[in-house]
């Protein structure tokens, strides 16, 4: 089932080429907000999967051409974002070690929504295509072997990043990633049933109709049963929190204004994103793939982009 929020925020699952208002079906869902809605439904699923199953078979729904489609989690309580966890394309010869970080819920927009370049100054913007995974229930200190159990379902997810303007040089995070409109998933929660082996998805992402990062999930340095592991070992997630998986870094490239960027990963559809920068600044285009490690050394982030590049 691919669940989404559309319009002024109604609960909808796509069928084909449309999107069936499912609302009847949960009335008696008691929520206080789109991202509360969402929660319920995810925590109550079994409850209500038969009914809205029922009325998608025999509803014709709105064509998706004629609707806004809303990011899916407007705003969920923790994105937690793996960072460098790809071994990218063989550029690697072993992974970095686990690491991640949480963006702020700011940064959510959805399909059809607009990325604003902030007012700083980087060394560049980038987009990082990802596998985003929906937390299904209470997960703390998760068993790798029992991780699939934790999983409602999966999303698209872009990682927008600003490179090198640190204070002092420090690395941070924070400074790079939870900029608000930083955020783009979408267009669907995918529950989990419909994808049978997340480990096997094939990861792109077009600018403006170029392809420029397409990879498989199965080169995740940390695969999804080890990273939930961890990651719940630190911080217990709850329904409708999401996990972005990492993104392979070699076709980031630069992101500017008027760009239209789109991610797919098979299975979940198309999300598009448009770009806008009041201040109208340029960067060269090449991807990471074709930049030697001095130049992507030069563009800043964190330590361990420094060993991507050719080799």
């Avoid at 206080?32 to 995810?42: A, E, F, V, W």
């Avoid at 596998?131 to 209470?138: Q, S």
């Avoid at 990273?227 to 500017?256: F, K, R, S, Y």
């Avoid at 448009?274 to 030697?292: A, F, Y």
Wanted: with cysteine; hydrophobic share 40%.
């Amino acid at each position: 089932m691919k669940l989404v929020l559309f319009d002024d925020y109604k609960l909808g699952v796509i069928k084909g080429n449309s999107v069936v208002d499912v609302r009847p079906a949960v009335a008696d869902l008691v929520h206080t907000s789109p991202q509360d809605l969402m929660t319920q439904l995810i925590r109550n699923f079994d409850r209500y999967r038969g009914p809205m199953e029922e009325l998608v078979r025999s509803a014709r729904g709105v064509s998706l051409r004629q609707v806004r489609l809303r990011a899916p989690l407007p705003a969920p309580t923790r994105i937690v974002a793996m960072a460098v966890n790809y071994m990218e394309h063989g550029t690697r010869q072993k992974g970095a070690d686990i690491d991640a970080f949480l963006k702020s819920a700011s940064t959510v927009i959805g399909d059809g929504d607009t990325v604003v370049l902030p007012d700083v100054q980087p060394t560049v913007f980038e987009q990082e295509a990802e596998l985003g995974l929906i937390i299904g229930k209470k997960a703390s200190k998760v068993k790798p072997e029992e991780a699939y159990d934790y999983i409602f379902g999966y999303t698209n997810f872009i990682d927008v990043s600003a490179r090198g303007f640190r204070p002092e040089n420090r690395p941070s995070f924070f400074w790079g990633k939870s900029w608000d409109t930083f955020g783009p998933m979408g267009p669907a929660v995918v529950t989990a049933d419909e994808i049978a082996d997340p480990m096997n998805l094939n990861v792109k992402c077009w600018i403006n109709g170029k392809l420029y990062q397409d990879y498989p999930t199965s080169d995740m340095a940390n695969d999804i049963p080890h990273l939930m592991e961890w990651a719940t070992w630190i911080t217990t997630l709850q329904p409708g929190d999401l996990v972005a998986c990492g993104t392979n870094h070699t076709g980031l490239c630069a992101i500017q204004n008027g760009d239209r960027i789109e991610v797919e990963t098979q299975g979940l559809g198309r999300l598009t994103v448009q770009v806008k920068d009041e201040l109208g600044r340029e960067w060269p285009r090449m991807p990471r793939r074709e930049k030697t490690p001095e130049q992507i050394k030069a563009i800043g982030g964190p330590a361990s982009f420094e060993r991507l590049g050719k080799r």
